[in-house]
């Protein structure tokens, strides 16, 4: 190819590995240099798993041919570069160094801290730093400061409806929501049936690019957390496709009822595991609501399964971005429930008697995810009622999931779980004792403690930590009118009784390990 003068320098980041990116909208190819990094900061900022280091990756690389057999100039810096400086401004300088660019031009980064670095180019390199919005989005950050204008609480449902009116997705020509209502939600919390089982997922052997990035993660990176193989997430946008086919033709159909269903080895059920395609660029948030959508017109889905789908990207993916984005820097070091608690080791180990959190830690460590109910009212619920620190939460949750990035991590985190924000993104705190997880779970059959029982060695450990979290925070809670009236059952109880839950309670959360160092972060 032949040289060019100054050419237009364009970063493409590990989760932008989208066709139809802003960063290169309307660029010829002829005048532009696209630089791809491998830095190590980015796998240690959090020791992420091992999976999602081998995702993206490999799934950069991939990107990285695909682009140039289109006839796009790549400059890839790979991890194994012996002049590697680790980090992205590091390598922008030396990309800056070869090419001499007249302007870097890229979509800004999903990440705040990522973001930061990103503004501090403008000052430091001779050329302009164009920093473009994210068009994958369908919210814009001022969208989302339109809404939240004059808001108390952010509720994600009136930020839904106008998602919907945006979009026409699953909208009448009268304006009015397709089915007469605008979410289905109460149809969809069926507990799982005996012998439930799901139709599999596909998962994508690798090929000889994944498998040399296999092998450098392990001799990198084999201190993280995780296993490193069975690796069977996509990393091409054709494998991203036929999964979400797969997905569209075996599970949406029941992928409303069984939503908020767990069963002890059925690790995704009736999900659709496309976070990580999604969240990487592989895969267009309109394009895959609108496929859903035309699987319900065609008579092939239900409303409820549809419905609740394109709810979950059009309504809370959008939503949690834009909150992001709306309330950092402070959401990552909110601690409205003043939570002080160091995580547990076993959420690193596994090793709890508790069957239903040692049951999705396994599938944590094994496949680097874990569905949604789980992720919220096991892992999450446990952190909130046992008052396990936000910012050890936070860690945990970025460092152990293939499709973990901050921008929707910690709104989840810090905002639906641990109601650390003060209860800006969900009206109350989603605190539950093990009667919810035995309703919707077959967990509790066979473990070590009995949910049926409320104090002493044998209970079940969420039905003290339930009382004792109410109790500790009643001056915080009491005033909520979705969770207020509690407290006329805990003070109907007598304090003999109260004192044996939070005693029992209390002996639970001294006898807890906690977390050692150098799990999350380098020491
Ligand atoms: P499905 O159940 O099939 O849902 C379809 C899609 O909807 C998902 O792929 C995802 O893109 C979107 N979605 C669903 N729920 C949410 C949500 N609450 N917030 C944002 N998007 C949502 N999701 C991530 O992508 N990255 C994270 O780091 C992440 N951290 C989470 C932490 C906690 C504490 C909780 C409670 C949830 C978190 N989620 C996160 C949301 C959700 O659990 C995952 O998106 C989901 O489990 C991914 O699996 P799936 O693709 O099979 O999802
Ligand atoms: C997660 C990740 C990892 C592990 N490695 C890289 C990398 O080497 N190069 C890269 O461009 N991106 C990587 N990523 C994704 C980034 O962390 C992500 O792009 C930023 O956090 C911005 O959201
Ligand atoms: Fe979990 Fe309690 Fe059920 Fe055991 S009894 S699986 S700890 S909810």
């Keep these: 190819m032949a040289?060019?003068?100054?050419?237009?320098?364009?970063?493409?980041?590990?989760?932008?590995?989208?066709?139809?990116?802003?960063?290169?909208?309307?660029?010829?190819?002829?005048?532009?240099?696209?630089?791809?990094?491998?830095?190590?900061?980015?796998?240690?900022?959090?020791?992420?798993?091992?999976?999602?280091?081998?995702?993206?990756?490999?799934?950069?690389?991939?990107?990285?041919?695909?682009?140039?057999?289109?006839?796009?100039?790549?400059?890839?810096?790979?991890?194994d570069d012996s002049d590697n400086t680790g980090s992205f401004t590091g390598e922008v300088a030396r990309a800056v160094e070869r090419h001499g660019p007249s302007e870097i031009r890229v979509t800004e980064s999903g990440e705040w801290r990522v973001h930061e670095a990103m503004l501090e180019w403008e000052g430091r390199f001779a050329c302009p730093v164009r920093i473009l919005p994210d068009t994958r989005f369908i919210?814009?950050?001022?969208?989302?400061?339109?809404?939240?204008?004059?808001?108390?609480?952010?509720?994600?449902?009136?930020?839904?409806?106008?998602?919907?009116?945006?979009?026409?997705?699953?909208?009448?020509?009268?304006?009015?929501?397709e089915g007469g209502a605008w979410n289905y939600d109460a149809e969809n919390r069926a507990p799982p049936k005996a012998g439930l089982r799901a139709p599999l997922a596909p998962k994508f052997a690798p090929d000889v690019i994944t498998q040399e990035v296999i092998a450098l993660v392990g001799q990198r990176f084999g201190d993280h957390f995780g296993d490193l193989e069975p690796f069977g997430w996509p990393v091409t946008r054709a494998e991203a496709l036929e999964a979400a086919e797969a997905f569209f033709a075996r599970r949406l159909a029941l992928f409303g009822p069984y939503q908020d269903a767990m069963v002890a080895g059925q690790d995704d059920l009736y999900h659709s595991l496309l976070s990580t395609s999604l969240n990487i660029g592989l895969l267009d948030p309109l394009e895959l609501c609108r496929r859903a959508e035309a699987e319900y017109r065609a008579g092939r889905a239900p409303l409820n399964s549809v419905e609740g789908f394109i709810r979950q990207i059009i309504g809370w993916r959008e939503y949690v971005r834009g909150f992001y984005w709306h309330q950092m820097p402070g959401l990552a070091k909110a601690n409205e429930l003043a939570a002080h608690r160091p995580l547990p080791e076993f959420f690193w180990t596994g090793a709890t008697d508790m069957r239903c959190l040692a049951d999705c830690i396994r599938t944590t460590?094994?496949?680097?995810?874990?569905?949604?109910?789980?992720?919220l009212m096991v892992l999450g619920n446990f952190c909130l009622i046992?008052?396990?620190?936000?910012?050890?939460?936070?860690?945990?949750?970025?460092?152990?999931?293939?499709?973990?990035?901050?921008?929707?991590?910690?709104?989840?985190?810090?905002?639906?779980?641990?109601?650390?924000?003060?209860?800006?993104?969900?009206?109350?705190?989603?605190?539950?004792?093990?009667?919810?997880?035995?309703?919707?779970?077959?967990?509790?059959?066979?473990?070590?403690?009995?949910?049926?029982?409320?104090?002493?060695?044998?209970a079940c450990p969420f039905n003290p930590l339930y009382w004792h979290f109410m109790a500790r925070n009643r001056s915080r809670l009491e005033g909520n009118h979705r969770i207020g009236r509690i407290?006329?059952?805990?003070?109907?109880?007598?304090?003999?009784?109260?004192?044996?839950?939070?005693?029992?309670?209390?002996?639970?959360?001294?006898?807890?390990?906690?977390?050692?160092?150098?799990?999350?972060?380098n020491e």
Excluded at 42 to 62: C, D, F, G, N, P
């Design 3 to 79: 040289p060019m003068t100054s050419p237009v320098l364009v970063p493409i980041l590990g989760d932008q590995l989208s066709r139809n990116l802003s960063s290169l909208a309307g660029l010829s190819r002829k005048d532009a240099v696209i630089l791809m990094m491998e830095v190590g900061d980015e796998a240690t900022y959090v020791k992420h798993h091992k999976q999602k280091i081998v995702l993206v990756l490999s799934a950069m690389r991939h990107f990285a041919e695909a682009l140039r057999s289109e006839g796009w100039r790549v400059d890839y810096v790979p991890l």
């Design 139 to 177: 919210a814009s950050h001022a969208d989302f400061r339109r809404f939240a204008e004059g808001r108390k609480h952010l509720t994600m449902e009136h930020f839904y409806r106008e998602m919907r009116r945006k979009t026409g997705l699953l909208m009448r020509p009268d304006g009015k929501p």
């Design 365 to 375: 460590r094994e496949d680097a995810h874990a569905h949604h109910i789980q992720r």
């Design 386 to 458: 046992a008052g396990i620190d936000p910012q050890a939460v936070a860690d945990w949750y970025l460092a152990v999931y293939a499709d973990a990035f901050e921008w929707v991590e910690l709104p989840n985190v810090a905002g639906m779980v641990l109601y650390a924000d003060g209860g800006r993104l969900a009206t109350k705190p989603y605190a539950a004792s093990g009667n919810y997880i035995n309703k919707m779970s077959d967990y509790c059959g066979r473990c070590r403690y009995k949910v049926s029982q409320k104090t002493g060695p044998n």
């Design 487 to 521: 407290y006329a059952t805990w003070d109907r109880m007598g304090a003999a009784r109260q004192r044996e839950y939070l005693d029992s309670a209390e002996k639970f959360l001294d006898s807890l390990e906690p977390a050692r160092e150098g799990w999350a972060r």
